[in-house]
T-cell receptor
């Protein structure tokens, strides 16, 4: 079974600054995907970024980037130039990949980090 | 229009009542999922469906049932609601037709259910 740990229940950052959210995971699988989802006060779950474990290069999406350390089983999210709209719960999630498809469905979530962006 | 919709958005019901939560998608995805979110616990999978004829239990299926009426519709039922089913419920969809590289789950807006 996989576990995902987010060790920072709450964080805050000044507007325009950079913040890093931590995530570690435990798995014996070699082939998997990792995700960061954002849940603003509207409660919608929004995909922020995705990383394939077989890719060495860290994923980036505009102001969002990850630091993926496969050997350390670490997957942190960096938000640059923080904006008020970034205020949200952030969830790290893991998904095992099997190419037959049967195993590629279970998203395991961490408990989340509440990020507040301060004006 | 939203790609994944859920109805109702909020619902208050009483213990013992039957309730159905509905999910519809216009993304054309083959896979659909129901999750529940409780404070401090993240999201947990209730049921998932790979296609209309393939429905499977997730980690917390007791007390729930589902129906995949069409590729685009996936309903979650609570046959006899109890207070500890009070939670935020999410529907999600994904597209495995393109293989694992496209199999990312996209979520609906959620349904807040309160069982008194």
């Amino acid at each position: 079974a996989q576990t995902v740990t987010q060790s920072q229940p709450e964080m805050s950052v000044q507007e325009a600054e950079t913040v890093t959210l931590s995530c570690t995971y435990d798995t014996s699988e070699n082939n998997y995907y990792l995700f960061w989802y954002k849940q603003p006060p509207s409660r919608q779950m929004i995909l922020v970024i995705r990383q394939e474990a077989y890719k060495q290069q860290n994923a980036t999406e505009n102001r969002f980037s990850v630091n993926f350390q496969k050997a350390a089983k670490s997957f942190s999210l960096k938000i640059s130039d923080s904006q008020l709209g970034d205020t949200a719960m952030y969830f790290c999630a893991f998904m095992k990949v099997t190419y037959s498809g049967a195993g590629s469905y279970q998203l395991t979530f961490g408990k989340g980090t509440k990020l507040s962006v301060i004006p | 229009d939203a790609d994944v919709t859920q109805t109702p958005r909020n619902r208050i019901t009483k213990t013992g009542k039957r309730i159905m939560l509905e999910c519809s998608q216009t993304k054309g995805h083959d896979r659909m999922y129901w999750y529940r979110q409780d404070p401090g616990l993240g999201l947990r999978l209730i049921y998932y469906s790979f296609d209309v004829k393939d429905i499977n239990k997730g980690e917390i299926s007791d007390g729930y049932s589902v129906s995949r009426q069409a590729q685009a519709k996936f309903s979650l039922s609570l046959e006899s609601a109890i207070p500890n089913q009070t939670a935020l419920y999410f529907c999600a969809t994904s597209d495995f037709a393109g293989g694992p590289s496209t199999d990312t789950q996209y979520f609906g807006p959620g349904t807040r259910l309160t069982v008194l």
